[in-house]
């Protein structure tokens, strides 16, 4: 089998997974009226690789010679990253700013579990690293999609995972078998897992030799025995399409998955309490989803951007200095995401083990960063420059109503060449976007969503060359104590002590 089509992908999920939402379990994710939109959304990934234009990066030769998805290619060179991130970009772009998320996130946890098994084979004489490629030619060879299945309920923050009062606040093992280990746990927020085929498994922290239970990393079916997924309220808002023009189109819901003693085989198994390596499966797995995540928002981004202005052209506004500021800065804005996305990709990091590479850590987290820190600086200044009838705009019904609606089309128009209903139609893409469910979902998950705002400081101070930028300031306070290198030539960097003499003083 090679690629999947969508009537296909969405076929296979008949396959009488455990899914609850709204207190009754659902029996077909794919009919349901609110699941289904999640799945339509994922079903944009298969949609993308037949669509004539964007099939040619969407599209790559697997293992077999067969066309294979984009997003199962382990990437080699800053080429693989930038398509990568453009085929994301698309994803989204379809979807309105949602990603489609049926292979995104699930295959940065196939990157990262590639990397790290080598390592962990290298220490210790396991077989893992071949395994993650067994599983990356199941992934390939059959079209799945993949959710990536990392962050635990955590319960006291400030506990590490055996410390917590109830052990299965992290997930963790808790029984060997001869043919596999069986695992009990739950993992939270879980994007597309109502819909996707395999759940990728991944620690979520550092751990110590205490913790080594729940230093574990696999891949199972989603509708292994004892897996059971309760899907999130967010998903939940009545939708019409006047009124939301982006929610009731596309999606992406999540669900807490909880593990019962869920038997995982060998041969799925990537990592099996090898606690040292747990904090570098959650690091460079945020090295890579941080900028598939930022990949994702810019569409979004250009929504905003495109909404705002529509509303200061709409309101005859667009010739205000102050709302020319707030344009020009909501551009900005949008394009520092992208060119901190794009250059992250374009500067990989090697690893030699391997010859994967990975996007550079810093420029990748500072793009999820200047992202989710001004998210709500975007938010305000789309809302500023809309006006209160975001809040207080009529319903679709009354724009329906023949009694109502000439007086809406009276009252509610702005500037006199723009027709009322085009003026209603971005009013309620505002809404939607700013000032809705989804626009609360939206905020809360550009701050949360791929780790939280310390998450990514922290990152950007572990990845950080601060002897280059204490040398800068050495040089410059005259300080010669041999510890600092230099720039030579266009941008060389050496060492001090080896090859530049000390000036004397
Ligand atoms: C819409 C959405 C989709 C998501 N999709 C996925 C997904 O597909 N797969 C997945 O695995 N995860 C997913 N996540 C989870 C996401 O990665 C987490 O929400 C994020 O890592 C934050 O964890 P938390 O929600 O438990 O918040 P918390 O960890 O409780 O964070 C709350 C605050 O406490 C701080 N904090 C937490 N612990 C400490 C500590 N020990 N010391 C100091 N400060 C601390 C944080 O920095 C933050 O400021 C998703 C989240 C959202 C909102």
Redesign the pocket.
Same mark, same amino acid.
């Given at each position: 089998m090679a690629l999947r089509t969508p009537e296909e992908f969405r076929d296979s999920l008949r396959d009488d997974r455990t899914v609850y939402f709204q207190g009754e379990r659902v029996r077909d994710v794919t009919v349901h009226p609110v699941l289904r939109i999640g799945v339509e959304s994922a079903a944009v990934d298969y949609q993308i690789a037949e669509d004539p234009d964007n099939r040619h990066f969407a599209v790559v030769p697997g293992p077999d010679g067969q066309p294979s998805s984009r997003f199962f290619l382990a990437p080699r060179n800053s080429d693989d990253l930038l398509k990568r991130h453009l085929l994301i970009e698309a994803g989204s772009r379809i979807c309105f700013g949602f990603p489609p998320?049926a292979k995104e996130?699930g295959s940065d946890a196939l990157n990262t579990a590639a990397l790290v098994s080598k390592k962990v084979d290298q220490q210790f004489g396991t077989g893992y690293h071949g395994r993650v490629e067994e599983f990356r030619r199941y992934l390939q060879q059959n079209d799945l999609s993949v959710? #990536? =299945?990392? =962050?635990d309920? $955590?319960g006291d923050? +400030?506990l590490r995972p055996s410390q917590q009062a109830d052990k299965d606040l992290y997930l963790r093992m808790v029984a060997e078998r001869r043919d596999g280990v069986v695992v009990r746990g739950a $993992? /939270? !927020? #879980? =994007?597309? +897992?109502p819909y996707t085929n395999e759940l990728f498994v991944l620690p979520?922290r550092q751990m110590t030799e205490t913790d080594r239970d729940y230093a574990v990393a696999f891949a199972i079916p989603a509708n292994s025995p004892g897996v059971k997924m309760i899907v999130s309220a967010t998903a939940a808002t009545p939708v019409r399409l006047m009124d939301h023009p982006v929610s009731s189109s596309y999606h #992406?819901i999540?669900s807490l998955v909880v593990f019962e003693d869920v038997f995982v085989p060998h041969e799925r198994l990537f990592l099996k309490r090898e606690w040292q390596y747990a904090g570098l499966a959650a690091h460079l797995f945020a090295t890579y989803h941080r900028v598939t995540a930022a990949a994702y928002k810019y569409p979004f981004a250009e929504l905003l951007v495109g909404a705002a202005k529509l509303m200061a052209e709409y309101n005859g506004l667009d010739r205000m200095s102050h709302i020319r500021d707030k344009l020009s800065w909501l551009v900005t804005y949008a394009e520092t995401i992208r060119a901190l996305t794009r250059a992250a990709c374009m500067n990989p990091v090697e690893d030699r083990d391997t010859g994967m590479v990975y996007p550079d850590p810093i420029l990748g987290n500072a793009a999820k960063f200047y992202f989710a820190d001004n998210y709500h600086h975007c938010v305000k200044l789309v809302q500023d420059i809309a006006g209160g009838i975001v809040a207080t705009v009529p319903s679709e019904e009354d724009y329906l109503n023949p009694e109502t609606r000439p007086l809406l089309d009276k009252y509610l128009r702005g500037a006199a060449d723009v027709p009322a209903e085009h003026r209603l139609r971005v009013i309620k893409l505002v809404k939607d976007l700013v000032a809705s469910d989804m626009g609360g979902?939206w905020e809360? =998950?550009s701050i !949360? /969503?791929?780790? +939280?705002? /310390?998450?990514q400081r922290l990152a950007v101070y572990g990845s950080a060359d601060f002897p280059r930028y204490e040398s800068a300031a050495k040089r410059a306070a005259r300080i010669h104590d041999g510890t600092a290198g230099v720039y030579s030539g266009l941008g060389c960097w050496r060492d001090e002590e080896s090859r530049n003499p000390k000036p004397k003083t």
């Open positions: 998320f996130g959710a #990536i =299945t990392m =962050t309920p $955590k923050r +400030s $993992k /939270a !927020h #879980i =994007t597309s +897992s979520c #992406i999540e979902y809360v =998950t !949360h /969503a791929e780790g +939280s705002l /310390a998450a």
